[in-house]
């Protein structure tokens, strides 16, 4: 199936929710006990709760979320949680669960980008920098997400490798469980150094960007939406909604650029 004629049977499912929105009082109840759950990469975290509340203000459809490192959410998802949709921050947890079956691959599509920022507490007064020269002398913590399982450290360590700073500053670095613990680790002074996405950091007044990794030195980050087999239209329309030019903007205005 197309994207776009999967757009088209998912607007129809979306019609159906908003043609229940102007359904007489008897079915209020009804509709009270409509939901769906996504589940989504920590760093959507801001985006997609308010995305998921202007959903149901128009809707009446309540969006249940859950947010994690998208290598947790993927693990979930296999071991049985239940789930209608699932946004990830790498191509690799979504093609996880694609060949567990566990996606319904027609359904798949890129809908972000973002990019990798090394960000510094805001206290310390920290300059741009130019270049990652300064990490030849850096001697304290780097906070980012574990470069094993979660998205933004696999990109953080492809790129310091690419870069050939990985191996001086491999000992200092402190995992986080996802690109979010890593933020918090920087906000704090616990770490005087992370690596976050631009949007973390642009959602944050405690931390400043020091460096953008230039994107030609990892995998495009990329963030791709899909349903899960089986799920209700009210799952299939809000897919079509997270797609919708109210969501690019809300999107857009949060830092992330949207590719679908």
Known sequence: MKPFLFLLIALFALSLTLTGCDQSNASAPQQAQRQLTIFAAASTTNVIEQLALMYQQQTGVKVMTSFASSSTLARQIEQGAKADLYLSANTKWMDYLQDRNLIAPKTRVDLLANRIVLVAPTSAS?????????????????????????????????????????????????PAKDVRGALLLVETGQASLGLVYATDAAASRKVSVVYALPQSSHQPVRYPLALRDGTSNEAAAFAVYLQSDEARSVFERAGFEVIR
């Open 126 to 174: 920290l300059k741009s920098w130019q270049s990652l020269e300064p990490l030849d002398n850096f001697t304290d913590k780097l906070a980012m997400g574990d470069p094993d399982y979660v998205p933004a450290g696999m990109y953080g360590k492809t790129s310091l490798t690419n870069l050939g700073f990985w191996d001086k500053i491999a000992s200092q670095v402190v």
